[in-house]
């Protein structure tokens, strides 16, 4: 019997407003300022999201929504030979980012969804820590 995917969740406040903050989840010179060495993205519906997260280990899917400046969604899975991140699939899971203004800033949200039990750990951990960098990334490059 297959496990039911699982979900988490994160949040983080960045003291600039959505629009700024937009910028940095698919301009590729602004998203390598917070994850990722290379980036090849396409930030529409259907377009090309590609990122080398860690050496050799590229997340790939395909954008689903882009709405500027509070909601972008694509599809996340791994090329990769790491047998944890193996787990996942090319476009396999879904990442979900929405922005809503708060306190003269932006609450970021993050929901990842259809994630095979195994790979939610990992997951937390590294969402945790490259959302963790990306409200400094915002404000050192204002």
């Given amino acids: 019997m297959k496990a039911d995917p699982a979900v988490l969740t994160r949040e983080v406040f960045i003291a600039a407003p959505p629009e700024i903050v937009f910028a940095f989840l698919t301009d590729?010179?602004?998203?390598?300022?917070?994850?990722?060495?290379?980036?090849?993205?396409?930030?529409?519906?259907?377009?090309?999201?590609?990122?080398?997260?860690?050496?050799?280990?590229?997340?790939?899917?395909?954008?689903?929504?882009?709405?500027?400046p509070t909601r972008v969604a694509f599809t996340w899975g791994w090329e990769s030979g790491d047998s944890t991140l193996a787990m996942l699939p090319p476009g396999a899971?879904?990442?979900?980012?929405?922005?809503?203004?708060?306190?003269?800033?932006?609450?970021?949200?993050?929901?990842?969804?259809?994630l095979p039990p195994d790979a939610v750990d990992i997951h937390g951990e590294r969402w945790s820590r490259y959302l963790g960098r990306l409200p400094s990334a915002v404000l050192d490059s204002a």
């Fill in 28 to 68: 590729p010179r602004l998203m390598a300022k917070w994850i990722g060495l290379s980036h090849q993205l396409e930030p529409h519906p259907g377009g090309r999201f590609r990122v080398e997260v860690s050496r050799g280990n590229f997340a790939r899917g395909r954008y689903v929504e882009v709405k500027p």
């Fill in 93 to 114: 899971s879904l990442v979900e980012i929405d922005l809503e203004p708060r306190d003269g800033g932006s609450l970021l949200r993050l929901r990842h969804s259809r």
